[in-house]
């Protein structure tokens, strides 16, 4: 029976809409561990949230949702890259609570890959910033939801990948129910490796482990931006997201973070398509190798025990595996 820990009761956890199938599944990977030359290696199956494929994006959109819920908003209004996950998934976690949602997309027009068709099958609109610069997106953000306020329409703007405070208490609150599968196997400390896209995800599991006492060293495998850039912004969000909880730790002064992006954003890497391989081959894991797998080799040559998260990516793992069949 799956065993989780319980955030301590001087945490205030926010109103949440559940999304997702919780907890997701702690393995151990031994075949993939003797590849890697790493100790004991568990993933964490993040990748089974089992909500509209979105793997890690379930967790900050349970939060975000109830705020847009509770603020009484209409319609969600997010973006990114034409090739965004959490685009795809804040699509169907507003169809499911009765919302619309409006996508403000990087670049000029393309046809729609999967997520972007998933998006659309959810009712999502979308325009477009005709700027390949993911930056533009944020520009044009503001501007969107204005226009639908003008429009008489009630918007509830989110940064993209959800990378906020609220966002980031999806993965504080994880970090309490992996320690809780943890200690079932006897375990405390150990190393905890996960890709880094807009920081949400990280900077919830530092917060998270700040709020545990510190036992663990979480390393991030920045996909996105430069591992500096990154650095701030993780610490940034994991001090707001422990001041959102009410704790009294502070943020910790330092993260660890890698710059993975090798070709950049969205591209896959020679080394990303080489850790794919290799979890398929060695635990028939699906890694897609523009962003998850790319962290995969920060778990390598530890002395273990080391937690990979499988953030998720199905679809495009299966676009890659399609792509390489071809």
Not at 102 to 114: E, N, Q, R, S, T
Not at 134 to 150: F, G, I, K, N
Not at 266 to 292: C, F, H, N, W
């Amino acid at each position: 029976m799956a065993v989780t820990a319980v955030a301590p009761a001087r945490v205030a956890v926010p109103s949440r809409i559940p999304l997702a199938v919780l907890p997701t599944p702690l393995v151990a990977a031994p075949r993939l561990a003797r590849a890697l030359g790493t100790g004991r290696l568990f993933v964490k199956r993040d990748d089974l949230t089992g909500f509209a494929a979105g793997g890690n994006k379930a967790r900050p959109l349970e939060f975000l949702l109830a705020a847009a819920v509770g603020e009484g908003a209409d319609t969600l209004v997010t973006g990114g890259a034409p090739a965004s996950n959490f685009c795809a998934a804040a699509a169907a976690a507003a169809r499911q609570a009765g919302l619309a949602c409006h996508l403000v997309i990087a670049g000029d027009p393309v046809p729609p890959g999967p997520a972007l068709a998933l998006a659309l099958a959810w009712g999502a609109t979308v325009s477009w910033t005709r700027d390949a610069d993911r930056a533009s997106v944020d520009r044009a953000l503001p501007v969107a939801a204005a226009d639908l306020t003008a429009r008489g329409r009630r918007p509830y703007p989110i940064p993209r990948g959800g990378a906020t405070a609220a966002g980031a208490v999806g993965y504080a609150l994880a970090a309490f129910e992996l320690a809780g599968q943890l200690a079932a196997l006897g375990v405390r400390r150990a190393r905890v490796v996960v890709a880094v896209g807009s920081g949400g995800s990280m900077a919830g599991l530092v917060a998270g482990n700040v709020l545990l006492g510190g036992d663990w060293a979480v390393a991030g495998a920045s996909a996105s931006r430069p591992a500096r850039e990154m650095s701030r912004r993780v610490l940034r969000l994991a001090g707001e997201c422990l001041t959102l909880l009410g704790g009294d730790q502070a943020a910790p002064g330092g993260v660890d973070i890698a710059d993975v992006r090798g070709p950049g954003h969205g591209l896959p890497s020679a080394k990303g398509i080489a850790a794919a391989e290799q979890a398929m081959r060695a635990e028939g894991l699906l890694l897609d190798p523009v962003y998850t797998a790319k962290a995969l080799p920060l778990a390598a040559g530890q002395p273990g025990p080391v937690v990979f998260w499988h953030t998720g990516g199905l679809l495009d793992a299966v676009a890659a595996a399609q792509e390489a069949a071809r």
